[in-house]
């Protein structure tokens, strides 16, 4: 299992001033990973396959934007700019996203949707275990409890693809048409770049190249019991992280922000 180099405990305070704006970018695209795929989820609501999974996607849906809503508050104190997480979320535009291209990507259907969260959830899990060891608590506790929510999720999705793809002639085509076109998208969870390289030197987080072999092993697994090709191309799309999306993203946040934008001062009674 890869860990997060051992650390002294972090002070957040004490970190200099480009540190702590490295750490609240960092904290924003985990943040923006599980929002924007939580909400890609949620457009399932009310036309799931059958109801089960009309709810078990409603509830993983919930839990990542649950998870994004804890990496958000964190990034707001952090950068101490006076946003919480409702304004990172709803008043940043697209170029302002750090999430991964993969999560963006419109919904397809029901084979793209679960492909696309298993290759997501074979990343999250391990990254998540490494975290746990983290030298900043904050992020450590957010890791544990987002973990075990993960763990269902990669048991959910593994189950789907196993039944999908050794399922009948048309769910084989489907779900391996989707592991095709989305394989692109896979590499970016990989790629290492400054921030990703100065959170490890402060123990913050694993480099997350460090996690690929391990899912590797879930992906290669999962998909040669479910009877599906790997495709074994290595070009990979990226950019997400520096905020170069596709134009799905720009659609998805449209959608998402306009309430909020319409009425910025609304609070509750």
Not at 215 to 244: K, M
């Amino acid at each position: 299992m890869m860990t997060v180099r051992a650390a002294e405990p972090l002070d957040v305070a004490t970190l200099a001033e480009t540190d702590r704006a490295t750490l609240a970018e960092y904290l924003q695209r985990l943040g923006d990973d599980r929002l924007v795929l939580g909400h890609r989820l949620s457009e399932w609501c009310g036309h799931a396959p059958i109801l089960e999974e009309d709810i078990a996607l409603g509830n993983i849906a919930l839990d990542l934007i649950g998870q994004a809503t804890r990496a958000l508050e964190l990034a707001g104190e952090t950068e101490g700019k006076g946003r919480n997480a409702d304004r990172l979320a709803y008043f940043r535009e697209a170029v302002e996203y750090r999430n991964l291209q993969l999560v963006e990507l419109p919904r397809g259907d029901f084979g793209y949707t679960i492909a696309r969260q298993f290759f997501f959830d074979a990343f999250s899990v391990h990254f998540l275990d490494a975290l746990r060891q983290s030298s900043y608590a904050e992020l450590a506790a957010w890791a544990t409890k987002a973990l075990k929510e993960d763990r269902y999720h990669l048991r959910h999705s593994s189950e789907w693809m196993l039944k999908l793809g050794d399922g009948t002639a048309e769910s084989h085509a489907r779900v391996q048409r989707s592991v095709n076109e989305l394989w692109r998208f896979t590499g970016e969870m990989f790629m290492d770049d400054a921030v990703d390289e100065r959170m490890a030197q402060l123990g913050i987080v694993p480099k997350p190249s460090t996690l690929r072999a391990q899912w590797n092993t879930v992906v290669t697994d999962v998909l040669s019991r479910a009877q599906l090709e790997r495709p074994t191309h290595e070009f990979f799309a990226h950019g997400g992280r520096t905020g170069r999306h596709t134009e799905s993203l720009g659609h998805m946040l449209a959608e998402m922000q306009i309430v909020a934008r319409s009425h910025p001062d609304a609070t509750e009674w």
